[in-house]
């Protein structure tokens, strides 16, 4: 690791910009792309876990990808700004990942943002971890400040109210971190034979999902939305023509 930060630190001393972080060591051209980025950016490892650890912080983990648009929207909006870059690194430990470089890491949090926003993901993927890796908060993309592109919440009251929770209100975080993981392990499980959905489940499943559809902009629930082509497929394939159309103006 010493040598490591020795590297950086060369690094930083030959370059013309006014921030470098670890992520110039990586080989991912993605992470790379943060290594300029006022966020002390960790790349994920043991590295990083054994750091929130030491500090006692949560993690602030960002999972993207190099032709992600949102994802350099959100570095521009909030990774770029000095002002939210100072309360990501006093108050958590950083963490960028690939998710092309590390699809094993993408598969396992993806589910947590899933499961904990009703089925919606994308990506970026923006998710608080306790300091062993279990999900506190998850989300997509988020703007910066509260407002910001027509959002209720932005990532700076987000971390804001986060870390304080975590000073004050820990045990409750920890408790619903927990619940989260063991309804992660459960889907992770194969369903037994007798557990699958037969087809007499579809009517429900349309039904649950046109009442979230937006028949003026098109899509499901609310923003940031993202295509969900196996839904989409579903509702193709439907007997009754509004959820056809629904599918094919979204």
């Not at 959100?74 to 700004?81: G, L, N, T, V």
């Not at 046109?210 to 902009?217: F, I, R, S």
């Not at 499901?220 to 023509?241: D, I, K, N, T, Y």
Request: glycine share 8%; proline share 10%; hydrophobic share 40%.
């Amino acid at each position: 690791m010493a040598q490591q930060l020795d590297e950086a630190a060369r690094l930083a001393g030959a370059s013309d910009q006014p921030y470098v972080n670890r992520l110039i060591l990586e080989s991912s051209p993605y992470l790379r792309q943060h290594a300029h980025n006022p966020v002390d950016w960790y790349p994920w490892g043991d590295e990083a876990l054994a750091r929130a650890q030491a500090l006692d912080r949560p993690i602030l983990l960002s999972v993207g990808y190099s032709t992600c648009h949102w994802c350099h929207v959100m570095a521009h909006e909030s990774f770029e700004d000095p002002q939210i870059a100072a309360l990501i690194n006093q108050g958590f430990v950083p963490v960028k990942v690939d998710r092309e470089e590390r699809p094993d890491i993408d598969e396992v949090y993806m589910a947590a943002v899933l499961a904990m926003n009703r089925g919606r993901g994308g990506w970026p993927m923006t998710l608080v971890l306790t300091p062993t890796g279990e999900p506190l908060f998850a989300a997509t993309y988020l703007p910066a400040r509260d407002g910001d592109r027509g959002s209720r919440r932005g990532l700076q009251y987000v971390l804001t109210q986060l870390s304080d929770d975590w000073r004050e209100r820990r045990s409750e975080l920890l408790a619903h971190a927990a619940q989260i993981t063991e309804h992660l392990v459960r889907l992770a499980a194969p369903a037994p034979p007798g557990d699958v959905p037969g087809p007499e489940a579809i009517p429900g499943a349309i039904e649950r999902l046109m009442e979230g559809y937006d028949p003026v902009y098109g899509g499901f629930g609310p923003a940031p939305r993202f295509p969900r082509p196996v839904l989409l497929e579903l509702l193709l394939r439907s007997a009754q023509q509004p959820p056809r159309d629904a599918a094919i103006t979204t």
